[in-house]
């Protein structure tokens, strides 16, 4: 291998031997059956069970807990059970539980119509009832809604998610195409503005 003078270092049997037991030992090679002080694992005597060193360790104490509110907060429970009556029964398909559609149909009232006639004469003598003169846009909430037309539950989305974020309002991240002054343009326009 390495050669000094004549001789290469492995031809000594002492250094082939260091080297050999440096390079090609393996990392469980050191375990042995002996304790550090030289004893063998047999001879040490009296050692306790694993159960009798386990025993003795002092009782661990339950880890502290967040304060709970045991006093009646009539409220906040107040509060939970409105929103809980609002509440249907779980959609499958849904990833939002529904809630009840706040208005019923005996409920629904529209304002009267404010068409008084077209640009004709006889669309101003006969007013807005005439068929003839009518327009699709009238034929929304022309009459009461009926049970069956208005929704029982609808999904709603919280803003749970948009009240984590640390900025009030969004960041600009488009690219900004204006041209951006240098110094020097901008104090020759200071001085001859």
């Given at each position: ?36 002080n ?5 001879q040490?005597g ?76 006889i ?37 749970y ?33």
């Amino acid at each position: 291998m390495f050669a000094t003078g004549q001789k290469q270092i492995t031809d000594c049997p002492f250094v082939a031997n260091v080297f050999s037991n440096r390079f090609y030992a393996t990392t469980n090679g050191q375990y042995c059956g002996n304790w550090h002080n030289g004893l063998p694992g047999h001879q040490l005597g009296d050692v306790p069970c694993i159960s009798d060193i386990l025993g003795a360790r002092p009782c661990i104490k339950k880890p502290v807990r967040p304060i709970q509110t045991t006093a009646k907060c009539v409220l906040a429970n107040q509060m939970a059970e409105e929103k809980k009556s609002m509440q249907v029964d779980k959609v499958l398909s849904a990833d939002v539980v529904p809630k009840k559609f706040p208005v019923q149909a005996q409920n629904y009232c529209y304002p009267p119509s404010g068409k008084k006639g077209g640009q004709h004469d006889i669309a101003q003598e006969m007013g807005a009832s005439n068929p003839l003169f009518s327009t699709s846009a009238q034929a929304y909430g022309s009459e009461m809604p009926m049970d069956h037309q208005v929704p029982d539950r609808y999904f709603p989305s919280t803003n749970y998610f948009t009240k984590a974020f640390v900025d009030s309002k969004p960041r600009y991240t488009g690219l900004s195409t204006a041209p951006t002054p240098s110094k020097v343009a901008l104090a020759a326009a200071l001085e001859a503005g």
